[in-house]
């Protein structure tokens, strides 16, 4: 690993980003994160390739990055946040850089946080959205990314649409990094906590308060929606799940794969070595840019190069 690489390692855990998502009380980490919400905008940005807009879908806002030049593919970029943290402006900066390379106009949803709402809320909004880029794309030449929970939302999107809304087609492609995903049995705990020691990221426990985070009080909430492995991915597009080796989160891929292989959906599964939480989009070093580069270039691959094709 790079000196860099190791240096930013030491200064997360220098920082303690961790202690964020450790809490007694879940209704203190919420409120603190709708205070955190309440400083954070949607950015002002410019580009003279693209035109910038905002729009609503269900009363949530969605930002669109239209290239000028105009592209017949569309991508619904799901940022996460822990389904409690809204998108940051640096995050929405590097949505618009990947939009430049990839040459994809880029939807960015500000979906419903299970600061108020529960988890079924954020799913319906992104389907809506979805649902609206469907009047100016083909099918086919949508692809989802999320991060995270958006990873979540992002792969989610293909058992939400077996669930109760089998009149929408599912989207081209999609790409789910480190997806925050609910630890599912004793197995999958014994593995997050041996993960845990190398995470600088996300604490294990986390991933046990999240279930009631994400209900919000609402007993209902599918559990495909806490746990993406209970999911049905009948009919379901190409997948690329993307983990560091260094996480937490990847001790729910084995599951993942499990539910994908079940209902036979073509998939791929990349993890960076000794990588850290989603680091794809952090390309802060050497290694995280090469994980920066992949990405895109599988985008690519996936979309508008497998039309040409």
């Known amino acids: ?37 309440q400083k954070n905008r949607i950015p002002e940005l410019k580009d003279e390739e693209f035109e910038i807009t905002k729009t609503e ?12 030049q105009r592209s017949e593919f569309a991508n619904l970029f799901i940022i996460g946040g822990g389904m409690v943290t809204a998108p940051r402006p640096g995050s929405v900066k590097k949505a618009l850089a990947f939009a430049k390379e990839t040459g994809l106009d ?39 990314l999320g991060t995270s929970s958006g990873g979540n939302l992002a792969l989610g999107m293909v058992p939400y649409i077996n669930d109760r809304h089998k009149d929408t087609p599912m989207p081209g492609y999609i790409m789910s990094i480190s997806p925050g995903n609910c630890v599912d049995g004793q197995e999958e705990w014994e593995r997050m906590l041996e993960l845990e020691k190398k995470d600088v990221i996300i604490p294990a426990e986390y991933m046990k308060t999240a279930i009631e985070i994400m209900r919000h009080g609402d007993e209902s909430v599918p559990e495909y929606m806490l746990w993406l492995q209970r999911g049905d991915f009948s009919d379901c597009p190409f997948v690329t799940l993307i983990y560091g080796s260094d996480e937490t989160l990847y001790a729910c891929a084995p599951a993942i794969e499990d539910a994908l292989h079940r209902y036979k959906a073509p998939y791929e599964t990349i993890v960076g070595e000794g990588m850290f939480h989603c680091y794809p989009v952090f390309p802060f070093c050497k290694e995280a840019k090469e994980g920066w580069d992949m990405m895109i270039q599988k985008v690519k691959e996936k979309t508008i190069e497998r039309k040409a094709s």
């Open 1 to 37: 690993m790079s000196f860099k690489y190791e240096f930013l390692k030491a200064l997360v855990r220098a920082i303690n980003f961790k202690n964020m998502w450790k809490c007694d009380d879940p209704e203190q980490l919420l409120e603190n994160r709708r205070k955190h919400n």
């Open 57 to 68: 879908v269900m009363g949530f806002t969605v930002l669109k990055m239209i290239h000028k």
């Open 106 to 144: 880029v939807y960015i949803p500000y979906y419903p946080l299970c600061t108020d709402y529960p988890l079924t809320k954020a799913y319906e909004m992104i389907h809506e959205t979805y649902k609206e880029m469907l009047k100016d794309y083909k099918t086919e030449n949508i692809s989802v």
